[in-house]
């Protein structure tokens, strides 16, 4: 998707904390987002960065940094219900454009 | 608030038909968004909306593919020959504007299978 990279699968244990990593070209940027997907539903908005820094929402935090094109998504306290798909999105020019997903699997 | 609202939901036709998309964003919401998501795939934009007039299309293939939001409200989407290739979900969103942290509300999608 336009130069947007995530890993394409993770697993991870329920309870425990994982970090999902997104790079992409920074031209033309002004702000990142985060959707969960679950399987067979749409998209829902998790978090929005658009400044350096770190934006903490209960077990999820996002992260940027703007002059890196890097962005990860922290979700801790790992619940079966998260395992879905998470989309970077990169907001260019008033266009958001997705990148691929990384799929998540949480073990008992 | 109500959420976006597609139709239909499931689609089956065959290779060279035709095949129409509806969808009805959130009160007040100017700008709408067409995605395509492939099975696997992430959501790729194909058309984008601002009230009534297009903001970018550079990726609908305008061979086969037409949109419009008369209005600048509802908005249909045709796909009209299908190829095999077409077999996707096909996603609507609307947010209040296009600029700043304009978060994407999406329907639930119209699922397409060309046979």
């Known amino acids: 998707g336009q130069n947007i990279d995530q890993p394409t699968e993770m697993t991870a244990t329920e309870g425990a904390i994982v970090q999902i990593n997104c790079t992409y070209q920074?031209?033309?940027?002004?702000?990142l987002f985060w959707y969960q997907q679950h399987a067979g539903e749409a998209p829902t908005f998790l978090s929005y960065?658009?400044?350096?820094g770190l934006e903490e929402k209960g077990r999820f935090s996002s992260f940027l940094s703007r002059s890196k094109g890097y962005s990860y998504l922290l979700l801790k306290e790992l619940q079966m219900k998260d395992s879905a798909s998470y989309l970077c999105?990169?907001?260019?020019?008033?266009?958001?454009?997705f990148g691929k997903g990384t799929r998540l699997h949480i073990l008992p | 608030e109500a959420g976006v609202a597609q139709s239909p939901r499931y689609k089956i036709i065959e290779k060279r038909q035709s095949v129409a998309f509806w969808c009805n964003p959130i009160?007040?919401?100017?700008?709408l968004y067409w995605y395509q998501q492939i099975l696997g795939q992430g959501p790729k934009l194909l058309i984008q909306?601002?009230?009534?007039?297009?903001?970018?299309d550079s990726q609908l293939p305008k061979d086969r593919f037409s949109a419009e939001r008369l209005k600048g409200v509802d908005s249909t989407l045709k796909i009209q020959p299908a190829k095999l290739e077409d077999s996707a979900v096909y996603l609507c969103a609307s947010s209040l504007t296009q600029s700043g942290a304009n978060v994407l509300t999406f329907g639930a999608g119209s699922r397409l299978t060309v046979l």
């Open positions: 999105a990169v907001k260019r020019d008033d266009k958001i454009i």
């Open positions: 920074t031209s033309g940027f002004n702000g």
């Open positions: 909306f601002q009230n009534n007039g297009v903001v970018d």
């Open positions: 960065n658009v400044l350096d």
């Open positions: 009160s007040g919401h100017a700008t």
